[in-house]
């Protein structure tokens, strides 16, 4: 075989051994009465303490009618997040949570410095002058993370078969994120997982995004 005929030939069985190991955990989350929910925040981390990658992607939480969004964002340690400011009024945000304590000033536009979240845990958002902003960062060790959507489920990619631990948070359940064994067999597609969390009770004004958040 020509050299480059063999390079060529070698890099696709590299890409299709590497496609091969790939794969995915499929979580469901449901409340205790079955109810699908949605902003669930999901990761997993391999058994073994094995060294997981650094994929650091930038964020970004809008500040636009009054709110936060997204609600709920996740992040690898050491990301980065921005905070642009769309309302026709300044904001002042900040954060008294342990994993990150932060305050920005009175501001408009992108004026704002971004922030980088280099410690695991939850952080809550505020505004200082409109008391029912809020928002939710969960920073995770592990880049292998998602989000459930409005029927529950999420979408885990994961580099390859084995044993790891699923985490499941939302911001208004009732205790800290359920973790459960996850075994990823090679050859078998998408791993089929499903969580129950219970939940808080609902909060007395309906528009509010949350009571808080479980730490």
């Not at 990150?100 to 979240?117: E, I, M, N, R, W």
């Not at 998602?146 to 359940?173: C, Q």
Request: glycine share 8%; hydrophobic share 45%.
């Amino acid at each position: 075989m020509k050299p480059l005929l063999r390079l060529i030939s070698c890099a696709g069985m590299s890409l299709a051994s590497a496609a091969a190991a790939a794969t995915a955990i499929t979580v469901q989350v449901n409340d205790s009465s079955g109810k699908p929910l949605a902003d669930v925040v999901v990761a997993a981390e391999p058994d073994g303490g094995a060294a997981v990658p650094k994929t650091l992607k930038a964020a970004e939480i809008e500040q636009r009618g009054l709110r936060f969004l997204p609600l709920v964002s996740v992040i690898q340690t050491g990301s980065r997040v921005s905070f642009p400011n769309y309302d026709k009024v300044k904001h002042h945000i900040y954060s008294f949570s342990p994993a990150k304590k932060f305050d920005q000033k009175l501001y408009s536009g992108v004026a704002a410095t971004p922030q980088v979240f280099d410690k695991a845990g939850i952080v809550v958002l505020g505004c200082n002058i409109h008391d029912r902003m809020l928002a939710y960062i969960k920073v995770v060790d592990t880049p292998f993370f998602a989000k459930t959507d409005a029927a529950g489920v999420a979408r885990i990619e994961v580099p390859a078969a084995g044993k790891y631990t699923l985490s499941s948070w939302h911001f208004n359940m009732a205790g800290a994120a359920v973790e459960q064994a996850v075994a990823v067999k090679p050859g078998e597609g998408a791993t089929a997982a499903s969580v129950k969390l219970t939940m808080k009770p609902p909060a007395p004004d309906a528009d509010s995004p949350g009571a808080g958040a479980s730490y």
